[in-house]
């Protein structure tokens, strides 16, 4: 829902959307279809990087793209710009959060972000692994005549922060070793209420 509420709020796509709308007017397909087109084409780009598919890749690959070809005549138009802009920040904050849950799960990224996961597990900064790679998708998709916008830049900004934020507090496996790491057991001195 976050990508096509983006795509209804008309204050410009998300960066890889705009990449894929600048590919379907190209070839005169509907956006899904190129969205989902392009998710099995960057697993490609997986096989040097060494990253695993899984559940939720196949999921994401087929998923984001059907459902926001479902949704987009769905949404309401906004009614002027506070709508808009409501659009707008449910388009970057949904995705952000979604990002963290089903990564965060181990069952496998989709394939843009495990692009991201791959680049970032070399040591790279994941925030600004994504931010890069939003920024290229941004331009390539700008120079075949996609929709770039002040939400498109907003969205850029933003995303790589809050799949990282996200993902610190959502991510399974941080979370089985933190009650351990973090959390007192019960009867150990400093467990006690208020400590």
């Known amino acids: ?6 795509v209804r709020a008309d204050l410009g796509l998300d960066p890889w959307d705009v990449f894929h709308q600048g590919v379907a007017e190209r070839l005169g397909a509907p956006i ?15 096989i040097p990087l060494r990253e695993r598919p899984g559940v939720g890749t196949i999921l994401n690959a087929l998923i984001i793209g059907t459902v ?29 959060i979604g990002s963290g849950f089903y990564i965060g799960s181990q069952l496998g990224p989709g394939p843009r ?3 991201m996961t791959g680049i970032a597990r070399r040591g790279h900064s994941l925030r600004l692994v994504r931010t890069a790679l939003e ?14 916008g002040v939400g498109t830049l907003v969205f850029a900004v ?3 922060p809050l799949v990282q934020l996200s993902l610190e507090h959502l991510s399974m496996s941080d979370r089985d070793k933190r009650p351990a790491e973090v959390t007192p057991t019960a009867g150990t001195p400093g467990s006690g209420p208020g400590r």
């Open 68 to 96: 926001m070809d479902l949704l987009i005549d769905r949404l309401p138009e906004p009614g002027g710009w506070p709508s808009a802009w409501a659009m707008l920040v449910v388009g970057v904050v949904l995705p952000g």
């Open 32 to 46: 899904g279809a190129v969205t989902v087109a392009t998710g099995f084409v960057v697993l490609l780009a997986w």
């Open 113 to 115: 972000d495990g692009l």
């Open 135 to 148: 920024l290229a998708a941004l331009l390539s998709g700008w120079a075949l005549g996609g929709t770039v």
């Open 158 to 160: 933003s995303i790589g």
């Open 1 to 6: 829902m976050g990508f096509s509420s983006l």
